[in-house]
């Protein structure tokens, strides 16, 4: 998630405009908004001092507006919680276990995140139940969206997925 929609969305969130965010955060007359409209946009990237000054105005850690570090636990639940806040993701307990969800009211059926998550489903599905390899599964995880033939939206089969099945019948030949 990059770092200009996270200021928008913390900004929004507290009801302050562009060119209030600019001025509590210094700039002064009409860079203030134009400012601010640059890190929204990401035509320009706050220093990390400006970031830090942004989480005390918004009441929020500084890792919760940047673009979060996976590879530490902190920043992959930074990541969960900017996915509950742009696509509906919740976390809920399924007999004392924490499972995640799509919130329904918020992500509905058929959505785009909706049926991206039931394409990964049907195949961690397929690996469960031996009907595909681990290798096939990663192959689907990373060539994902190219080899994802669940989306509705998914007519005619790409000249990269129809390169692939030829390839994969003359391995086998």
């Known amino acids: ?17 562009q060119k209030q965010l600019g001025e509590k955060l210094g ?5 203030s908004d134009v400012r601010m409209a640059q890190y929204e946009s990401e035509a320009r990237v ?11 105005i918004f009441d929020v850690d500084a890792r919760a507006i ?8 902190v920043g992959l639940m930074h990541t ?3 996915l509950e806040d742009m696509y509906g993701l919740k976390i809920t307990n399924v ?4 499972y995640l969800c ?3 009211s918020i992500s509905a059926p058929g959505s785009s995140a909706d049926e991206m998550l039931h394409a990964w489903m049907q195949q961690a599905d397929k690996l469960k139940n ?14 994902y969206p190219a080899l994802d033939t669940y989306q509705k939206h998914v007519k005619v089969p790409s000249q990269e997925l129809s390169d692939y099945f030829v390839q994969e019948l003359s391995k086998k030949k």
Do not use: C, H
């Open 95 to 98: 007999e004392g276990e924490p």
């Open 80 to 82: 969960l919680f900017a």
């Open 130 to 143: 031996g009907e595909i390899s681990k290798k096939e599964y990663d192959e689907w995880r990373y060539k």
């Open 102 to 104: 799509l919130d329904r």
């Open 46 to 56: 706050p220093k990390i001092d400006l970031v830090k000054e942004m989480a005390q």
């Open 66 to 73: 940047t673009v979060p570090n996976i590879d530490t636990y």
């Open 1 to 17: 998630m990059a770092i200009g929609q996270r200021i928008k969305y913390f900004r929004n969130r507290i009801g302050m405009t």
């Open 27 to 31: 700039f002064k007359g009409k860079t």
